[in-house]
Structures are given as structure tokens and as C-alpha cells.
């Protein structure tokens, strides 16, 4: 996010912008099966088991691409006329990305969903690095479910009692995003109070 | 002589290849109202934006001369650029209030200069009095600036700018996207403005210009084609591209 914002307040449309847009994208279109694997060699190299904290870092990756390049693409939207008109009181450009902000707010927090949305339903990333339990992590280097991959294990067991968890697990995974969803519909139209159209 | 508060010298800007303006040179008259009038795309929104270095947000431009403001130069290499638009203030064409209430809009130039909480208040309530929009929203200064009608949000922009009190105040077609009645409001807070303030519009209503201008400036095709005093250039012009534009015969 810093990096965007200062693509925006200083480097503008020039070469290295591009260059990161394009690094950026080609980052989002990779399968997470692939991060996953390079996460898995990461943590193969630090000697780190799968565990919650290699889960968190590959999903993260997996992740930043895409709140990137939302929020980017948000400030692509900001006219022109209010950086003028900002600029044009004598702010520095340090001083207007404080305004680019409050105009951007409600587009920043639907790059969160859009990424939390994408990280909570991702299996192939945490396949290798996160590992499976059965049981509630108590440390960062314990291996932990996420609900995804639950519904994989649990329903790859031939045991029908736990064959339905998994579809309790589907449920309580489809309601979570309702919810987040809700929620962010709810706070997006709070934010956009004072957004200039 | 008149004093000048502005001065440019030679001014080329390009766009790329585009060569956009031609070696203009004017002075500007202090604390009167100079209105530049041409057809679209002449350069007189790049002259205006030049004036106080906003054109450099675009990519690809060059420009080449001198715009002196207190005999000093506001291209020589470091030159404040934040205290020349500081001191350069701008009112577009169309009304962007800031992503804040109505009040943060006004403030919002006073805190960027470092002006403490006490006296930022009443700096804001002079600015809303002097565009005549304190009656107005002195109920909802709290609300957001969107809310406002768009002659009311032009007036609010306009006492954002002379908030932090420039001593120029550049006009870019500011009635354009406003009703009449809008428009003329704008108009009379202008002619209340100068005295005070150096002020610079672009329009191309001719009949505007008539109305507020004390000094003119015509510009054809990137270049300064005739400028003088108003009632030189409107009762008298002196070429003939001047008087067939004034005319209406062309543009």
C-alpha cells in the first residue's frame, strides 16, 4: 500500500510505475498451488514445519497482488482536478496523499474484502505450508485447518458423521463471507460520506 | 506605469512535440482583474496553469522562459514550489471540494501552513463570510462538502483558496459549469476580490470578460495575439484577428 501511494503521489504514469503494475498482475494471475510450493521451499530452507505462521506469509503473498493493484486501481480513479486543486493550495505531494486517502477510503477497504475474501476461501496455498489438525493451534509454529482444506479432509474421510462436518464446515465458511460482505457494504457507505463524485 | 504583479518573459511550454504556447510576455497588472479570452484550446488554461506550476503534474511538458513573481523567477531551479502555489492560488472549472465536511475544506489549507487550532477558526469564518456562504452552512459545518449545490461548492472552493491568502488568485473558466444565477454570484464575488487580490481569468465568454476585466489578453493558436486595457482592446482593437474574434466572425 505504501509503495501504490507513492506510485501515485510522485512517480505518477512513468517507467517504474508500469513496471510494477505489470509485476503486480502477473503476481495475481500465478495459482496459489504455485505459492504454495514456493512457500513450502521456504520453509523447507528456514527449516520451519507447516505450521500457522508459514500459512500466514504464503497467503500473505498470495494476497498482496491483489490488494495492490485494487487500491491502485482505486486511485486511478481520483480526478485529476482534485490533486490540482489540492496541489494548487500549497501542499506538498507528501501533504495531498492525506486527502487521496479520504477520497480512496471506501475503495481501500473493498481491496481488504476483496483480498480477505480471496485468503479465507484459498486451499492450494495453504496445503503444503499450513499443514492439517484436527485440533485448535496454541502457537505460530503448530499446524493448523483452515476451513477449506477441512472440508477436503473431512470429506475425503469415509466415515459419514464426520463427512457431514465437512458440510457444516462449508456452511459456516459461505455464512462468514455473507457476513463479511454485509459488513463491508454496511461500513464501504459509511466511508463514502464525504467522497467526491 | 502600472505595477505589475506578474511578469512572464518569453514563455514556450510544449506538449511532446506540441508546441502549445509562443513566446508570450505580458505583465500582469497588481491587484486588478485580467482576463485572457480566446477560442478552446488557444492555451489559455496551460497559460493560467503555468502561472503557478501545476502544469508540470502533466507528463511529457517542457517549459521554457520566466514567470516572475517579485522580480523573482518561478522556474529557477530550487524555487519552494509549494510556497509559489502558496502564494498563487487557483479556482477551477469545476467545483472539487475536498473528501471532507464543509469546514475541514476550509481548514484544511490553514493547518497545511501550520496555523494552530485557535486561529484556524476564525480564518474560516471570515473566508465563508467573504463568499457569502456563512448564512448558509453555518448550521452544518460538520456535514460533508458534497452535499452542497454546485454554486455553493464553488463558492466553497473559493474560500478555500483565499483562506490561506494569496496575493494572485487564477480563475480557470470558474462559471462555466454553473447556472446563470450561480454564475453571476461568482462574478460579483470576484469584483469584490479585486483591490485585494491579482486576479486572472480564463473565459471565453466575451461578455464576461467585458463585465469584470480591467486588463485583456487575447490569445490565438498557442500565441499572445493583443492584450492592454479593457477599454482599449474592446473599443479599440488593433488587428483585425481581434476585432473579427470580438466579432464573432471567427472562434
Redesign the interface.
Known sequence: MPVVLYIHAYA???RLANALRLTLDVMWGIPSIVYGAFGFSLMLLVGLRASLLAGIITVAIVVLPILARTFDEVLMLV??????????????RW?MIS?LL??TLPGLFTAVLLAFGRAIGDGAAVLFTAGYTDSLPTSLTQPVATLPLAIFFQLSVPFESVQARAYSTALVLTIMVLIISMVGQFVSRKLS????? | MIEQSLSVRDLNVWYGEQHALKNISVDLPIRQITAIIGPSGCGKSTFLKSL?R?LE?N?SVRVEGEVLLDEENIYRPGVDV??????I??L???P??????IYDNVA??LR??GRTNGSVAPAVENSLHAVGLWDEVSGRLKA???GLSGGQQQRL?LA??IA?EPEIL?CDESTASLDPIAAQGIESLLLDLRGRYTLVIVTHNIAQARRLADYVMFMWLGELVEHGPAAELFGNPKLELTQDYLARKIG
Open positions: 505518477d504514469y512513468g480526478p485529476k482536478e482534485l490533486r490540482e486543486s489540492t496541489l494548487s493550495l500549497g501542499t506538498t501533504e486527502v479520504r477520497q460520506r464525504n467522497v467526491i463524485r | 503557478n501545476l503534474l507528463e509549494t510556497e509559489v502555489r502558496t502564494r492560488g487557483m477551477a472549472q469545476k472539487y471540494p475536498l473528501p471532507m465536511s484544511y489549507g497545511v501552513h460533508p462538502a458534497t472552493c478555500r483558496a490561506i487564477l
